[in-house]
């Protein structure tokens, strides 16, 4: 998913935790369900509270939120599209969608030693090259 609200496969909690931080109501992320293969979650703050509605897409490629009984299923052709209609007020969410909470790009950072890595005879793996400069690999 290419979308700059989607934090990827994190936690409820996490979730909770990153939208409590930045306390505004509105402010929301995207990321995939806990429970359900394939549906993503849309998570919305609003006074101290999280609110979650999914996101399906259908078998024909639409995109579909999960909201209240009686509101109407609207389908949409993008995420994107989905978005811009629930910033608008009164769309069945507990808020109208405000601002995105960006996920942070993580960029791969030396690895800090305390001691100088030695070579030496007994090492057990073949071709090993302690001169070079070690960098921590983060999954996406």
Do not use: W
Request: proline fraction near 4%; charged fraction near 25%.
């Amino acid at each position: 998913m290419d979308h700059p609200a989607y934090h990827g496969p994190i936690s409820k909690q996490r979730c909770e935790e990153l939208l409590g931080k930045k306390g505004r109501d509105g402010t929301y992320l995207i990321r995939e369900s806990e429970t359900i293969q394939g549906a993503l979650c849309l998570c919305v703050y609003k006074q101290k509270v999280v609110y979650t509605y999914r996101i399906f897409q259908t078998h024909t490629g639409y995109f579909t939120l999960q909201v209240s009984s009686g509101v109407e299923e609207k389908f949409f052709k993008t995420v994107k599209e989905l978005i811009d209609h629930y910033k608008q007020k009164n769309q069945g969410l507990a808020t109208h969608l405000g601002c995105s909470l960006k996920r942070k790009t993580l960029q791969p950072q030396p690895l800090q030693c305390a001691e100088p890595l030695v070579c030496d005879e007994e090492n057990e793996y073949e071709n090993v090259d302690c001169s070079g400069d070690y960098v921590v690999v983060l999954p996406d």
